[in-house]
């Protein structure tokens, strides 16, 4: 066992302004001495995306908290800069963290429409290298496709299916997941290989979508299929309730 060091980072003895166990107040926080800045990062909460990183200083953190509106500190106009105050998109805080050594700041927010100014999804839009081929399995692949599903709600560009999904109505998917799900069925029925993966994956691709209209993310579905994992007899939604 290690000895505990005492340093800055340590959880701060609780106080009536500490949010709870583990937390830090505003005094733990290591802005740059010179600016007074600390950098901000900035993620979508639905789709865990990553659009955008700023800067705040002591008091556009201190009204992010108070307000649940992302503020951050603009070091070219030298002000305080409300995101979405003038362009209407704007991001609803769902929580604030401080990385390990307190000196850099994750706002995890609810976006709406992009974040960029550009228009586009997210600032991190211009790749330097080629993405890597997707992994084998479906690792990583519902979440990317979630990801896109986000994007496009947010933006709903011209000519996007997700737009179109969107247009028509969630009751229009729903029934369209009913429609997949036969077909899923009549597939495996058949021992279609090639047709069960189609349709396993439109099932999934509509599935994602009623999630994202509705504000569940791919983590709040492992969630729960962690939380079975390794109970005996792993139970299926029918005998759970
Ligand atoms: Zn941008």
Not at 81 to 106: E, I, N, P, R
Not at 143 to 159: G, M
Not at 180 to 193: I, T, W, Y
Request: aromatic content about 4%; proline content about 6%.
């Amino acid at each position: 066992m290690t000895t505990r060091t005492s340093d800055t980072l340590s959880p701060n003895t609780p106080s009536p302004n500490t949010p709870g166990p583990g937390a830090l107040n505003l005094d733990a926080l290591n802005f740059d001495p010179q600016t007074g800045l600390i950098p901000v990062v900035t993620q979508d909460a639905r789709s865990g995306a990553v659009l955008m990183q700023a800067y705040a200083d002591r008091a556009a953190v201190e009204r992010t908290l108070d307000t649940r509106e992302a503020t951050y500190y603009s070091r070219s106009r030298r002000e305080q800069w409300v995101k979405g105050a003038t362009s209407g998109h704007t991001q609803q805080v769902v929580d604030v963290q401080a990385d390990c050594d307190a000196d850099s700041l994750l706002y995890r927010v609810v976006q709406t429409g992009p974040a960029c100014h550009t228009g586009a999804y997210s600032c991190y839009h211009q790749p330097l290298m080629p993405a890597q081929a997707p992994q084998a399995g479906l690792d990583g692949t519902l979440e990317r496709v979630f990801a896109t599903i986000t994007e496009r709600l947010a933006t709903l560009p011209e000519n996007s299916y997700v737009a179109r999904l969107h247009a028509g109505g969630l009751d229009r998917v729903l029934k369209k997941i009913s429609e997949e799900s036969g077909e899923v069925l009549l597939a495996a029925k058949n021992h279609d290989r090639a047709e069960l993966a189609t349709e396993v994956a439109d099932l999934l691709f509509h599935t994602l979508f009623a999630m994202a209209e509705v504000g569940v993310s791919p983590a709040d579905v492992a969630a729960v299929l962690h939380e079975r994992e390794g109970k005996t007899g792993l139970k299926g939604p029918k005998e759970a309730g």
